[in-house]
Nanobody, 122 residues
């Protein structure tokens, strides 16, 4: 009912930048929060950035000053601008959409994308 598609990952040298995008599609009425959750090999998925529909932002301490999250509500798209990347940022970055309201469904959904890999070389 809701699909999330991430893009923008790749290989970059330490200190470089990448911009990730995540677009949600389906019979979407509204999305409360959208966020990015990297998962490094052998580790759990963890939140690094989240933005609500009214623009409230939550950033993990590890990325403050380096990552910026933004959102286009009209396009149901969230972006993650990643600057000054470090090797420890290497992970598959998953997009999440929380409390997604869709047509003809009373209960909101929580949806995940399939992820986009980010590799930062030293």
């Amino acid at each position: 009912q809701v699909q999330l598609v991430e893009s923008g990952g790749g290989l970059v040298q330490s200190g470089g930048s990448l911009r990730l995008s995540c677009s949600a599609s389906g019979s979407i009425v509204s999305i409360n929060a959208m966020g990015w959750y990297p998962q490094a090999a052998g580790k759990q998925r963890e939140l690094v950035a989240m933005i609500t529909s009214v623009g409230t932002i939550n950033l993990a301490d590890s990325v403050k000053g380096r990552f910026t999250i933004s959102r286009d509500n009209a396009k149901n798209t969230v972006y993650l601008q990643m600057n000054n990347l470090k090797p420890e940022d290497t992970a598959v970055y998953y997009c999440n959409a929380d409390r997604v309201r869709v047509e003809f469904r009373p209960v909101p959904l929580n949806s995940w994308g399939k992820g986009t890999p980010v590799t930062v070389s030293s």
